[in-house]
């Protein structure tokens, strides 16, 4: 058993040794190297292979890219929504504040509107705010924060920066009640300023007004405004009261209907400018009496 040969047989034994192709391809690698750099004459050959394996290279690489793109996805997806949760929870705490300064800014506009008509029209009163409505559905009243404590008295006119509002019509010692000039009880002097004429203008309770007492074949026309006249000794003259919205006229009729609609705000808002009452108009002078000579004489 000893002497039994192992080695192939000669049938195997083909071609070149192992070890002599291995130097061969070294060999013809590193003649391909140099001539390559030197020459650059595989640049051709590597752009064709570039050619055909680029897309078995991004096919390959689709599967990998689709994954992170999924991935990158989900991850951006639930990125935004604690994003879009996290903004709406500051969107919810800010709410409060945002709206609170809106009203701040309104509010602060109007005080400053009504300032400068108390500036413009050299008048003095102060300014309430509006507590409440009346609790009355058939009246046109509200209630404000200045009383008996702020020197308020029954018959105060109340504007604001648009026109007349109302009238103080009771007071308390921290609030009194305004009756607006939409009231059905409440009367206003007016004077049309394109023509100069002089009427009362009347509350409705529906938030509208009614000018009356003009006669039908009269110089009214729609859009016309109505100013205060003065000559209630309530409401100083010039302060803008309504506008002219309809006029009807029916021969049957001695006087037109027509209807008005308030410049003041008198169903919105929150602030009013109670105004000071208008000093006492002085007394009319006395009538000269007759002298008793000059009547026993007319006697005689």
């Not at 793109?69 to 604690?82: D, F, I, K, N, W």
């Not at 300023?193 to 006669?215: A, D, H, K, W």
């Amino acid at each position: 058993m000893a002497g039994i040969d192992h080695a192939p047989p000669p049938f195997f034994k083909r071609g070149p040794a192992p070890l002599a192709l291995l130097t061969f391809y070294l060999a013809i690698s590193l003649a391909l190297f140099v001539v390559d750099l030197r020459v650059r004459s595989l640049d051709l050959f590597r752009q064709s292979i570039a050619l055909v394996v680029d897309p078995v290279q991004r096919v390959a690489q689709t599967p990998g890219s689709l994954v992170d793109h999924a991935v990158a996805y989900l991850e951006g997806l639930q990125a935004m929504r604690e994003e879009n949760s996290q903004l709406k929870r500051q969107q919810l705490d800010t709410a409060p504040n945002l709206l609170r300064l809106e009203h701040l800014v309104s509010e602060n506009t109007r005080l400053r509107q009504l300032l400068a008509v108390k500036e413009r029209e050299k008048v003095d009163g102060q300014v309430a705010s509006i507590l409440y409505t009346a609790r009355d559905p058939f009246s046109r009243r509200i209630v404000v924060d200045k009383g008996q404590q702020s020197g308020l008295l029954a018959g105060q006119p109340a504007i604001d920066e648009a026109g007349v509002v109302g009238q103080v019509t009771r007071v308390f010692p921290f609030s009194a009640e305004v009756t607006l000039i939409t009231d059905k009880d409440q009367a206003v002097p007016v004077q049309l300023v394109r023509t100069g004429q002089r009427s009362v203008v009347f509350g409705l309770g529906n938030g509208q007004l009614e000018l009356r007492y003009i006669p039908a074949n009269a110089d009214v026309q729609e859009g016309d405004l109505l100013v205060t006249s003065g000559l209630d000794g309530i409401y100083l003259p010039g302060f803008p009261v309504a506008r002219v919205l309809s006029i009807q006229r029916d021969n049957a009729y001695a006087f037109a209907r027509i209807l008005c609609a308030p410049l003041a705000g008198v169903e919105n808002f929150g602030e009013v400018m109670v105004l000071n009452p208008r000093p006492a108009r002085p007394a009319p002078p006395p009538e000269p009496t007759p002298v008793a000579g000059k009547a026993k004489k007319r006697g005689r």
